[in-house]
């Protein structure tokens, strides 16, 4: 009856007042896709294949090194997304220097997507978001990727990569 009107009166007044969260949220040059993966530091690789392969029964890549990123890596395919299972190469792996501090492992860093990676790395440099390098290197997917400092990212390392 009438109490019901009235809530449902007040829920339309409410909703048409209040601002939708897609108007809080600026407009870029670019957007920000999926998550591609998440990328976990191992210190043993073919220990790491084996339990997603073998015991959790996910597609499991061939291992792949990618020198100019000091990395092997093996990628681990989830459906909705995967996972980067990274293993350092060489004496200056970032990766090295991260189970260092890290001995069992653990998340290193996430990779999302982005339509136009050069137009991110302008407004992201104008909003005062640090980039590991001035330009973009070429990902473990052969695409162009960049690194955001995690100190800019709530702690987080997040890699953005041209979809």
Not at 17 to 31: D, Y
Not at 34 to 43: D, E
Not at 71 to 85: I, R, S
């Amino acid at each position: 009856g009438l109490l019901s009107r009235l809530q449902i009166a007040a829920t339309v007044q409410t909703l048409s007042s209040s601002k939708s969260f897609s108007q809080n949220i600026p407009s870029c040059l670019w957007k920000l896709g999926r998550l591609n993966h998440v990328a976990i530091a191992v210190p043993d690789l073919e220990k790491a294949q084996s339990l997603y392969k073998d015991v959790l029964g996910a597609q499991v890549s061939e291992t792949v090194a990618l020198p100019e990123h000091g990395v092997y890596t093996v990628f681990v395919e989830l459906g909705n997304t995967k996972l980067e299972l990274l293993h350092p190469l060489g004496e200056k792996s970032p990766i090295a220097s991260f189970l260092q501090k890290n001995k069992t492992g653990g998340m290193h860093h996430i990779c999302i997507e982005v339509d136009d990676i050069k137009a991110a790395m302008t407004e992201l440099k104008k909003k005062k978001i640090r980039i590991l390098s001035e330009e973009p290197k070429i990902g473990a997917h052969g695409k162009p990727v960049i690194f955001l400092h995690p100190k800019d990212c709530h702690g987080v390392l997040v890699e953005l990569e041209q979809a």
